[in-house]
C-alpha cells in the first residue's frame, strides 16, 4: 500500500488559512474479496441500456480484463460466461500492413481477458480543518454507477470546524452491481442544514431532478424556529440615490471615472419588525484593470456590498465609495501579483 497526500488551501485575505487542508489517497489496496479468493470468480455477462456487453465477476463485480466487447445479440445481461478468458491476440504490425494495403482495418478485439485475483484499488479523500467558510452540516454517501471511477464516497460536513471526504476507486462493485446495476445515474442519501433548512436525499439521483420524484426522494423544509413563529424572512429594496460621479485613485497613481450610488433595503418577516440595511455599488465603464492575463478578462466593471454606517445623510459619501473601490481593486491586485503596464515595459525592455 501506499500513501500519498498535498496540501490544499494556503489561504489568502479572503479565506485564511485552514489548520489542515490535505487531499490523499492510498493505494494498491488489496480488496475484500475473501469468497472470491476462496473460490475463485464466477464470471457472468454485464452491461447497460445501450447495447454495450462485458464480462465481469458476479461476486465480487471485478471486470475482465481487458473487459471484453460482446455481442448483445448473442449475449444476455447476467448470463453466466462459460468461454475461456483469453484476449485475442492483437494483430501484428505485418498484418495490419497487408490489411492497409487492401484498404482494410482489423476487427476489434472483443473476447474478454481474465478477472485479475489480486486485485488492488485505491481509497481518496479530502480532510479540511479548521475555520473554513462552508456553513454546511451534514452526512451523505454516494452509490455509484457502473461507469463511476469513484464507486462509493461519503462526506461529513460540520460546518466551520471542518469536513472529510472519502471515495473508492473500484472498491465496492459489489454494492453498486447489485444496488445500482443499471443506467449511468449515481445515488445519494444524506441529510443536511444550511441556513435554517434541512435537507434530504433519499437514493436520489445525483445529476437529476424531476418534477415526478416522490416528495420522500428529496426535499427541504424550514426548521429555524423563527420561520415557524414569524415567517419566512424577504428582502426588499426601499429607495436608491442617483448614481453619482466619482473618481477611484489607485495607489499605482491611476485614476478612473466611476459612479456611486447607495441603496436602501430591508429585510422582514411575515410577523415582526423591518431590519434596514444599506448596499453600496460602484460602476466603471471602461474597468479597472487589476490584472495581466492575456486571454481572462482582467479588469473589474462593479461591485456590490453592504456597507454599515454610511448613508445619503453622511456627508460626503461618494467620496468614501470611491476610496472604497480603490480599496477592493488594490486587495485585488495584490492578490493577482499586478504589475502596471509602464511598470511592466520598464521590466522587461
Ligand atoms: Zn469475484
Same mark, same amino acid.
Given at each position: 500500500m501506499r500513501f500519498r497526500s498535498i496540501a490544499r488551501n494556503r489561504g489568502d485575505d479572503r479565506q485564511p488559512a485552514l489548520l489542515v487542508s490535505r487531499t490523499f489517497w492510498v493505494s494498491d489496496v488489496p480488496r475484500l474479496i475473501p469468497l472470491c479468493r476462496l473460490l475463485g470468480h464466477k464470471p457472468v455477462v454485464d452491461g447497460t441500456d445501450t447495447p454495450r456487453r462485458w464480462v465481469v465477476c458476479d461476486r465480487c463485480g471485478i471486470r475482465a480484463n481487458p473487459q471484453g466487447n460482446l455481442d448483445p445479440e448473442q449475449w444476455n445481461i447476467g448470463q453466466p460466461y462459460t468461454e475461456p478468458l483469453t484476449p485475442t491476440q492483437p494483430v501484428s504490425s505485418t498484418v495490419r500492413d497487408q490489411l492497409a494495403r487492401r484498404g482494410l482495418k482489423p476487427s476489434h478485439s472483443g473476447n474478454p481477458g481474465p478477472i485479475p485475483t489480486q486485485p488492488v484499488g485505491t481509497v481518496g479523500g479530502e480532510i479540511h480543518i479548521g475555520k473554513s467558510k462552508w456553513r454546511t452540516v451534514g452526512i451523505d454517501f454516494k452509490v455509484g454507477n457502473c461507469g463511476s471511477e469513484q464507486v462509493m464516497a461519503a462526506s461529513l460536513r460540520l460546518g466551520p470546524l471542518g469536513s472529510l471526504y472519502l471515495h473508492t476507486e473500484d472498491h465496492g462493485r459489489r454494492i453498486q452491481r447489485r444496488l445500482n446495476p443499471t443506467g449511468y445515474q449515481s445515488r445519494e442519501t444524506g441529510l443536511s442544514y444550511y441556513h435554517g433548512r434541512l435537507s434530504w436525499k433519499v437514493w436520489a439521483k445525483r445529476d437529476e431532478r424531476r418534477k415526478a420524484d416522490p416528495k420522500w426522494m428529496q426535499g427541504s423544509i424550514p426548521i429555524d424556529p423563527r420561520?415557524?413563529?414569524?415567517?419566512?424572512?424577504?428582502?426588499?429594496?426601499?429607495?436608491?440615490?442617483?448614481?453619482?460621479?466619482?473618481?477611484? #485613485?489607485?495607489?499605482?497613481?491611476?485614476?478612473?471615472d466611476v459612479t456611486v450610488h447607495l441603496e436602501k433595503w430591508e429585510t422582514r418577516r411575515t410577523r415582526g419588525r423591518a431590519r434596514v440595511y444599506w448596499?453600496?455599488?460602484?460602476?466603471?465603464?471602461?474597468?479597472?484593470?487589476?490584472?495581466?492575463?492575456?486571454?481572462?478578462?482582467?479588469?473589474?466593471?462593479?461591485?456590490?456590498?453592504?456597507?454599515?454606517?454610511?448613508?445619503?445623510?453622511?456627508? #460626503?459619501?461618494?467620496?468614501?465609495?470611491?476610496?472604497?473601490?480603490?480599496?477592493?481593486?488594490?486587495?485585488? #491586485?495584490? #492578490?493577482?501579483d499586478y504589475t502596471a503596464p509602464e511598470a511592466a515595459g520598464k521590466a522587461s525592455p
Amino acid at each position: 500500500m501506499r500513501f500519498r497526500s498535498i496540501a490544499r488551501n494556503r489561504g489568502d485575505d479572503r479565506q485564511p488559512a485552514l489548520l489542515v487542508s490535505r487531499t490523499f489517497w492510498v493505494s494498491d489496496v488489496p480488496r475484500l474479496i475473501p469468497l472470491c479468493r476462496l473460490l475463485g470468480h464466477k464470471p457472468v455477462v454485464d452491461g447497460t441500456d445501450t447495447p454495450r456487453r462485458w464480462v465481469v465477476c458476479d461476486r465480487c463485480g471485478i471486470r475482465a480484463n481487458p473487459q471484453g466487447n460482446l455481442d448483445p445479440e448473442q449475449w444476455n445481461i447476467g448470463q453466466p460466461y462459460t468461454e475461456p478468458l483469453t484476449p485475442t491476440q492483437p494483430v501484428s504490425s505485418t498484418v495490419r500492413d497487408q490489411l492497409a494495403r487492401r484498404g482494410l482495418k482489423p476487427s476489434h478485439s472483443g473476447n474478454p481477458g481474465p478477472i485479475p485475483t489480486q486485485p488492488v484499488g485505491t481509497v481518496g479523500g479530502e480532510i479540511h480543518i479548521g475555520k473554513s467558510k462552508w456553513r454546511t452540516v451534514g452526512i451523505d454517501f454516494k452509490v455509484g454507477n457502473c461507469g463511476s471511477e469513484q464507486v462509493m464516497a461519503a462526506s461529513l460536513r460540520l460546518g466551520p470546524l471542518g469536513s472529510l471526504y472519502l471515495h473508492t476507486e473500484d472498491h465496492g462493485r459489489r454494492i453498486q452491481r447489485r444496488l445500482n446495476p443499471t443506467g449511468y445515474q449515481s445515488r445519494e442519501t444524506g441529510l443536511s442544514y444550511y441556513h435554517g433548512r434541512l435537507s434530504w436525499k433519499v437514493w436520489a439521483k445525483r445529476d437529476e431532478r424531476r418534477k415526478a420524484d416522490p416528495k420522500w426522494m428529496q426535499g427541504s423544509i424550514p426548521i429555524d424556529p423563527r420561520d415557524l413563529l414569524l415567517g419566512p424572512a424577504k428582502n426588499r429594496q426601499v429607495s436608491e440615490t442617483e448614481k453619482v460621479p466619482a473618481v477611484v #485613485r489607485m495607489p499605482e497613481g491611476d485614476t478612473y471615472d466611476v459612479t456611486v450610488h447607495l441603496e436602501k433595503w430591508e429585510t422582514r418577516r411575515t410577523r415582526g419588525r423591518a431590519r434596514v440595511y444599506w448596499l453600496a455599488q460602484w460602476d466603471c465603464a471602461k474597468g479597472i484593470p487589476v490584472r495581466n492575463h492575456d486571454w481572462k478578462g482582467d479588469e473589474t466593471f462593479s461591485c456590490s456590498w453592504q456597507i454599515q454606517g454610511v448613508t445619503p445623510d453622511t456627508p #460626503r459619501w461618494p467620496l468614501i465609495l470611491a476610496a472604497k473601490a480603490a480599496e477592493q481593486c488594490s486587495r485585488d #491586485r495584490a #492578490r493577482y501579483d499586478y504589475t502596471a503596464p509602464e511598470a511592466a515595459g520598464k521590466a522587461s525592455p
